[in-house]
């Protein structure tokens, strides 16, 4: 980790003082207020907030998915407010959504990874390697004739994984990915993107409201009614019970039993981030 920057390396997302609204029946919404951010390269970064807060429209400027309208952003040394870029940084910056079956386009797995890199102009001899690669890489080698409908939905959102991972982004961006899935499903998904930090070197955002998913992050971007509220180490904000009432969020579990069990004048020698550390704290 760079301890100068707190960050795991060279920056490869900056935003600075992002702001953006929403035309409504009332007028114009504001959901974005000032955001300044940094995502650091190969680090693992968990935006959380409430539904609304704001954090799934900050990500979708990342790839041009919401268009800039205040505000400096640079993506993978792209600038955002250049329209020539665009395409380039949709290529750096995959998406994956909450639901795999709004990005199928065929009806064949094989045919939906290779999608992207022919759009991309990579030559037809070398698709094939590279969707084998990408479906091996997210745990679905000899898929490539199934149907994106008879897969199981962990199996749908890691093949939709692997359709971002076709085009080689260095930053891959999951947009509440793992909201519609079972709790099989959400292990898989979240196993993957670990991976992808750990093993493929990936800049990697995740957004969510569910705590528990950012306590393997490298830090956590709280957000509440459009404005980044903290960001710190997921220690330094998930422990914080004060904190995440502010951004209307509890805490995790571990967090919430040593929170009951000081109440009860029960005090264990440091506040556990997850369930192993809380059976190690007991059993001391």
Sequence with gaps: MDKATGGIGLETIEAKEISHAYDCAGGRKRSLRGVTLEVHRGELLAVLGQNGCGKSTLVKHFNGLVPL???????AGLDLRAPKNLRAVRRACG???????NQFVSSLVGEDVAFGPENYGVPSADIPGI???????VGLSGFEDRSPQMLSGGQKQRAAVAGVLAVSPDIV???EATAMLDPEGRREVLAIIRRLRDEKGKTVIMISHYVEEAVSADRVALMQNGSLL???TPREILTDAALLAEAGLLPPFPVRVYEALRQRGIALARCPLTEEELAEELCR
């Excluded at 309208?69 to 993506?75: N, P, R, S």
């Excluded at 969707?131 to 890489?137: F, I, R, S, T």
């Design 230 to 232: 903290q960001i710190g």
């Design 95 to 101: 998406m994956v959504f909450q639901n795999p079956d």
């Design 131 to 137: 969707v084998a690669a990408a479906l091996d890489a």
């Design 69 to 75: 309208q205040e505000g400096a952003l640079t993506v």
């Design 173 to 175: 961006v999951f947009d």
